[in-house]
């Protein structure tokens, strides 16, 4: 993975590939410029904007902080100095701002619902991401309130149905506690009430219940605790959650649900700058 300063001015560099031709028209000065929030939400990207325009030699000067709500027509940062760098990267600034948060918004709404029926469930993102731009997608779901789960292949361990369709379950498991365990945890993804059980049985330390209706949720929960296995995995529920059932999921006795549409759905939320 690109490191973050790399990707941001890569994007940039898209924007601009040689130059920006009709800002050479302008003299070379300083000015100042604002940006306004034009619609409410969570913000995120602000410390992304600010390690932008330090690169470029401008001053990025805060009004508020990221994971704070921002209101219509809310001031939420200055930038100060060369009008030309200024108008360079406004636009790669703007779509920072607008994508990490409208990301960090929906994280928050989603979060808030789940936690109101259950304290303790933790959401998070899966990797349904935008290639290149994964990581500040990822960021923003974390100021959100979400957990990242994975920023990428190299982070964990993650069994899915395709690494079970070569191996099959137990020898999958096996393969994976042989080689990782007990420095990394093992997660599988289980499409069957069966198969969690199962997958329990043989050691693995975290349940991904996939496309799982809540009523298969908590008969397989029933299941693990009757056995006794309930307190010895972390189970996890992904697949067919939206904000709009997640209170069915979270009221049950599980401990992480993921979600897509977190990531896949979010709106951008609208910034615009305007020089003083």
Same mark, same amino acid.
């Given at each position: 993975m690109l490191k973050p300063l790399t990707s941001l001015l890569w994007y940039l560099r898209e924007d601009s590939p040689v130059v920006d031709l009709t800002s050479e028209i302008l003299p070379e000065i300083d000015c100042s410029a604002e940006i306004i929030s034009k619609e409410k939400g969570i913000i995120a990207g602000l410390r992304e904007s600010e390690e932008l325009c330090s690169h470029l030699g401008l001053s990025f000067n805060q009004m508020t902080e990221d994971g704070e709500e921002v209101t219509p027509g809310e001031r939420v940062a200055i930038i100060e100095g060369n009008a030309k760098r200024i108008l360079l990267v406004e636009r790669t600034i703007l779509n920072l701002l607008g994508r990490m948060s409208g990301i960090a918004t929906i994280t928050r709404e989603i979060v808030e619902r789940a936690t109101s029926v259950n304290p303790r469930v933790r959401i998070a993102a899966t990797r349904k991401t935008c290639p290149g731009f994964s990581?500040?997608?990822? =960021? $923003?779901? /974390? *100021? !959100? !309130? !979400? +957990?990242t789960h994975r920023y990428s292949l190299s982070d964990g361990v993650l069994i899915k149905d395709n690494h079970v369709k070569i191996l099959g379950l137990k020898e999958a498991i /096996? =393969? $994976?506690k042989k080689r990782f365990h007990p420095l990394r945890k093992i997660e599988i993804e289980v499409e069957t009430i069966r198969d969690a059980i199962r997958a329990a049985e043989l050691g693995a330390d975290v349940l991904m219940l996939d496309n799982f209706s809540p009523a298969e949720v908590s008969k397989t929960i029933s299941i693990l605790k009757r056995k006794g296995l309930r307190d010895r995995v972390i189970i996890e529920v992904s697949g067919g959650v939206t904000k709009d059932n997640i209170e069915e999921y979270a009221k049950l006795d599980i401990d992480v649900i993921s979600l897509g549409e977190i990531t896949r759905s979010a709106r951008i939320l609208d910034f615009s +700058? /305007? *020089?003083l």
């Open positions: 990581f500040f997608e990822k =960021r $923003a779901v /974390e *100021i !959100g !309130g !979400g +957990l /096996e =393969r $994976a +700058l /305007e *020089i």
